[in-house]
């Protein structure tokens, strides 16, 4: 049922598409003809456009459905600390808990910073964030222990060559080398519910928790990842500064304009794509993904191609969740800047986010139930450490909508 609720959304999304290429070449035909847009066919243009949308959303829906982690806890290695857990959670009983970690050697017991969560209800809380992050999906994640994941990065390959079995060996380049440092920011969730409905036997807690910590964690962490400052949170991909081709060095992000603000110069535009495209090298192509905001693939939708007219934007197909640019996926955050007509902005960014982009997350997450700051209501006050920062500025590059 599900496998045929997905090709049917797909049948659905691909028939929108054909039809909005239809209603767009009588917007243009119409354009050229009379010298002014259609009312009647830019209305149809912007229905389609949104069904296109929901469809979209509906496939990325029944993809995080189909790849939700088992409920069953029955087979939980420390099912004493799960148990005591959900006892905390639900009655707010903490000596049981209390007791368990102080016999645990693994774990320490904090009460101003809440209990530990058991390893079971962690990681489904962490299969959920990353089924509900967009930067999840494309970056690379990692998890430590400490307050900071540090490595070197080379900027450069080694020198290297070929030699004889009796040749001399020439000494060769040394690669200069960044040290990259990404530290771990605490972030927090306080998701609520009334006791009564904690008390129902039938509601399932655990993922009603994970779900309401990591629906509210992904949103706030996606936003930092992609536009963060670094200042008690990471630093996102759009924090750095950009820079052309000839201007750019290691520390800024390559940029292509598009020469008009907010905005392609026209229907047929392709080639600041096709320059963005080539920007990236060849080794990162591999792997390589499109991400922009809802209203640039608007845009994205009624490009074309000069040479054989045909649409850029391509729908998904079957065993694909995202639609694709030039053969490779396109990735929707609303956290991506919205493309305005007359504002500049960088609306799109293109390549390998594994290679460019690094998640850490500190191991462990606590929470903190809290029956008296919001009456009637109980809170749950849960806390984790994420970081993130670019490490490699070569690998990601940015679509500047600006003259």
Known sequence: MHDYDIQTTLNDLTSTFEELKRTNEDRLSFLEKKGHEDSYLQEKLIKLESSLDQAEKRLKQMEALGSRPSTETASEPFCGHHNAFMEYVRKGFDAPLLDYERKSLSSTTDRDGGYLV???????????????????????????????????????????????????????????????????????????????????????????????????????????????DGKNKPKGILFYETAAKDKWEWGKLEEVKTGADGSFKDQYEIETLLILFHCLKTPYLSGASWLMSRTAQIGLRKLKDPGSHQYLWQPPL????????LGHPVVISDDMPSLTPGTASKSIIFGNFKEGYQIVDRTGMRVLRDPYSAKPYVEFYATRRVGGDVLNFEALKILNFAA
């Open 118 to 228: 058991p390893s079971g209800l962690n990681d489904r809380l962490y299969t959920t964030l990353q089924t509900a992050s967009v930067m999840r999906e494309l970056a690379s994640v990692s998890e430590i222990s400490s307050s900071a994941l540090e490595m070197l990065i080379d900027k450069d390959s080694p020198g290297v060559g070929w030699v004889a079995e009796t040749d001399q060996r020439v000494e060769t380049n040394t690669p200069e080398l960044a040290k990259i440092r990404v530290p771990v920011h605490e972030m927090y969730a306080k998701p609520r519910a009334t006791q009564n409905l904690l008390d129902d036997a039938n509601l399932n807690v655990e993922d009603w928790l994970s779900h309401k910590i990591a629906q509210k964690m992904a949103a706030m962490e996606n936003t930092a990842f992609i536009s963060g």
């Open 318 to 325: 079957g065993g694909m969740s995202n639609p694709t640019l």
